[in-house]
């Protein structure tokens, strides 16, 4: 989903494409589902058992957990009896001695400090985000045709024939399914999702103290409201050292400073050269040399921004955003601040990173219904608009599409000469996270992360995962 958006905006930034609104609308719609289910997978099956002891779990009373969890969101899902069945499922798998997926958990670490209950609360929502992002998915899958790989984009809008009265078209009997299935997550992410989050947080408040590294932030805006794509839902900009009161705006995808200052690294890349190239001019040549830590060591290039290494994710938008006065981002991060007694530098954190993907993930639940009341008005209103169709022209051109994915920034690059592909190259929120160093030895932000990151036990590094997943 999200490189198929980047992929189309490079075309659409290299031709001048303008885009119809109800097209804009219906990838908002697709972006924001997207990002739920992306959070709701990243948190619970990627890195919640960091923090969760499962086996732990077992010693739990349910009714107890029924009474933490009723304490902390009235879900509904919250009751004796659903523990009671969870810890069970979870006697019987421990008891037949396959432990499969988990049999390589550090269960037992002592870095690890849940009681049962919270384990065993934790374990269950575990077991009904799968149930929930599945729902999230569907959504995007009904507006893209699939899910993975959605199909229905095209340069210049997208191919999702819209009519509210036509049956064989997305009309509103479908859209109102949508939404059914977007209320059921939003509802999980608010009741259930969020809340876990902060009642980890609260639990492990001292990792709002580790694992900062880079404090250089990057988001770009997101979420289109025109049809040139110069209004957004949610603002860009660049966060220099920590510093808030000083971001540099990135209005639109356009921003003369990010492109012309982004380049990627390969000193320490496994691919031929040396040099810091643009995107426009990237070579994606491999050229596997074996691991050696003083020379080259990684399958990442490494992108810098002005030279400088960024950190890209929840974190980077959140602050953003509220440095640039967004309303709803404030509220979530002052309630959040206030509940666990943080300040704006506790989120420089591998805390802070887990913390604001739960709030986008919040965010982007409710506007993802916003962009379905839009979408739905103006369908009502008469706009049936979907698509320009575009022809590719003789003559050379290049484009930058970016996306505020789920996991931060993303851009594609393409030049294209005589109607075909001359160069295309992806910079993507992994290679600007887990970058290596550069030609000047400066690490990117996994490695910047991990300097006085704690470790109890060497040989059961969960410190270190606990940020890396971050």
């Given at each position: 989903?999200?490189?198929?958006?980047?992929?189309?905006?490079?075309?659409?930034?290299?031709?001048?494409?303008?885009?119809?609104?109800?097209?804009?609308?219906?990838?908002?719609?697709?972006?924001?589902?997207?990002?739920?289910?992306?959070?709701?997978?990243?948190?619970?099956?990627?890195?919640?058992?960091?923090?969760?002891d499962i086996v732990s779990?077992?010693?739990?009373?349910?009714?107890?957990?029924?009474?933490?969890?009723?304490?902390?969101?009235?879900?509904p899902g919250n009751s004796?009896?659903?523990?009671?069945?969870?810890?069970?499922?979870?006697?019987?798998?421990?008891?037949?001695?396959?432990?499969?997926?988990?049999?390589?958990?550090?269960?037992?670490?002592?870095?690890?400090?849940?009681?049962?209950?919270?384990?065993?609360?934790?374990?269950?929502?575990?077991?009904?985000?799968?149930?929930?992002?599945?729902?999230?998915?569907?959504?995007?899958?009904?507006?893209?045709?699939?899910?993975?790989?959605?199909?229905?984009?095209?340069?210049?809008?997208?191919?999702?024939?819209?009519?509210?009265?036509?049956?064989?078209?997305?009309?509103?009997?479908?859209?109102?399914?949508?939404?059914?299935?977007?209320?059921?997550?939003?509802?999980?992410?608010?009741?259930?999702?969020?809340?876990?989050?902060?009642?980890?947080?609260?639990?492990?408040?001292?990792?709002?103290?580790?694992?900062?590294?880079?404090?250089?932030?990057?988001?770009?805006?997101?979420?289109?409201?025109?049809?040139?794509?110069?209004?957004?839902?949610?603002?860009?900009?660049?966060?220099?050292?920590?510093?808030?009161?000083?971001?540099?705006?990135?209005?639109?995808?356009?921003?003369?400073?990010?492109?012309?200052?982004?380049?990627?690294?390969?000193?320490?890349?496994?691919?031929?050269?040396?040099?810091?190239?643009?995107?426009?001019?990237?070579?994606?040549?491999?050229?596997?040399?074996?691991?050696?830590?003083?020379?080259?060591?990684?399958?990442?290039?490494?992108?810098?921004?002005?030279?400088?290494?960024?950190?890209?994710?929840?974190?980077?938008?959140?602050?953003?955003?509220?440095?640039?006065?967004?309303?709803?981002?404030?509220?979530?991060?002052?309630?959040?601040?206030?509940?666990?007694?943080?300040?704006?530098?506790?989120?420089?954190?591998?805390?802070?990173?887990?913390?604001?993907?739960?709030?986008?993930?919040?965010?982007?639940?409710?506007?993802?219904?916003?962009?379905?009341?839009?979408?739905?008005?103006?369908?009502?209103?008469?706009?049936?608009?979907?698509?320009?169709?575009?022809?590719?022209?003789?003559?050379?051109?290049?484009?930058?599409?970016?996306?505020?994915?789920?996991?931060?920034?993303?851009?594609?690059?393409i030049v294209i000469k005589?109607?075909?592909?001359?160069?295309?190259?992806?910079?993507?929120?992994?290679?600007?996270?887990?970058?290596?160093?550069?030609?000047?030895?400066?690490?990117?932000?996994?490695?910047?992360?991990?300097?006085?990151?704690?470790?109890?036990?060497?040989?059961?590094?969960?410190?270190?995962?606990?940020?890396?997943?971050?």
């Open positions: 989903t999200v490189h198929a958006i980047s992929s189309v905006r490079a075309v659409e930034h290299a031709l001048n494409v303008e885009v119809p609104l109800n097209a804009q609308l219906v990838r908002n719609l697709m972006i924001a589902q997207h990002s739920v289910q992306d959070h709701l997978v990243h948190f619970y099956h990627l890195s919640a058992l960091d923090w969760v779990a077992l010693q739990a009373d349910p009714a107890k957990t029924a009474q933490l969890a009723q304490g902390l969101s009235d879900w004796v009896t659903e523990f009671k069945a969870v810890k069970e499922r979870l006697k019987a798998f421990v008891d037949g001695g396959k432990l499969g997926i988990f049999a390589s958990g550090y269960w037992g670490h002592p870095a690890m400090k849940l009681p049962p209950e919270a384990n065993l609360m934790a374990l269950a929502h575990y077991l009904n985000a799968f149930d929930y992002q599945r729902k999230a998915a569907q959504a995007v899958a009904i507006l893209g045709g699939k899910n993975p790989h959605i199909q229905n984009l095209v340069v210049g809008g997208v191919a999702t024939a819209i009519n509210p009265d036509n049956l064989a078209t997305l009309n509103l009997e479908r859209l109102a399914y949508v939404r059914s299935l977007m209320e059921e997550a939003r509802n999980f992410v608010q009741q259930v999702y969020y809340p876990d989050v902060l009642a980890i947080a609260a639990a492990y408040k001292e990792w709002f103290g580790v694992g900062a590294g880079v404090t250089n932030y990057l988001a770009v805006p997101e979420f289109p409201h025109d049809t040139r794509s110069t209004r957004f839902g949610l603002a860009g900009g660049i966060i220099s050292n920590g510093d808030l009161q000083n971001i540099r705006v990135i209005k639109d995808h356009r921003d003369d400073y990010l492109i012309a200052n982004i380049q990627e690294s390969v000193a320490r890349a496994w691919y031929e050269g040396a040099d810091s190239l643009h995107p426009w001019k990237g070579v994606t040549q491999p050229n596997y040399t074996d691991f050696a830590a003083d020379a080259k060591y990684s399958w990442c290039k490494a992108p810098r921004l002005a030279g400088q290494p960024v950190q890209v994710g929840p974190v980077a938008q959140i602050l953003v955003n509220y440095a640039a006065g967004d309303a709803r981002v404030r509220r979530l991060v002052d309630e959040a601040n206030t509940k666990l007694g943080l300040t704006l530098k506790d989120y420089h954190s591998t805390m802070g990173r887990l913390l604001t993907r739960g709030m986008r993930a919040h965010l982007m639940a409710d506007l993802s219904l916003e962009f379905l009341d839009q979408l739905t008005a103006n369908l009502v209103g008469g706009d049936q608009a979907y698509a320009n169709p575009t022809e590719i022209p003789d003559g050379e051109f290049q484009g930058v599409g970016f996306h505020e994915a789920p996991r931060g920034s993303l851009s594609h690059w005589n109607r075909k592909i001359d160069n295309y190259q992806a910079v993507v929120p992994t290679t600007w996270n887990a970058s290596p160093r550069d030609e000047k030895g400066v690490p990117g932000p996994y490695e910047a992360s991990l300097v006085g990151n704690p470790v109890v036990q060497p040989d059961k590094p969960l410190e270190v995962l606990r940020t890396v997943h971050s």
